[in-house]
């Protein structure tokens, strides 16, 4: 869970795997290598590995699921 209190920022971080990241209240700009995209309540987004940031105005409460690809 990701838990952003207002005016809250989570810093940018190298994700090595993709990323689903679910918006369970409230609003947040999500960067994904530095493309930014607004996501709200019941919306989603699954990113690549990629160098990912977010800040929010009001609060914001995410659930973040990391994802491995399986190679064969």
Known sequence: MIELPPGGEMPAC????????????GKAEVSVNAETTDLETGQCLITEPATLSMKTDNGVKIMGVQIDRILK
């Open 14 to 25: 190298e994700m090595e795997s993709y990323v689903l990241f679910y918006v369970i209240k």
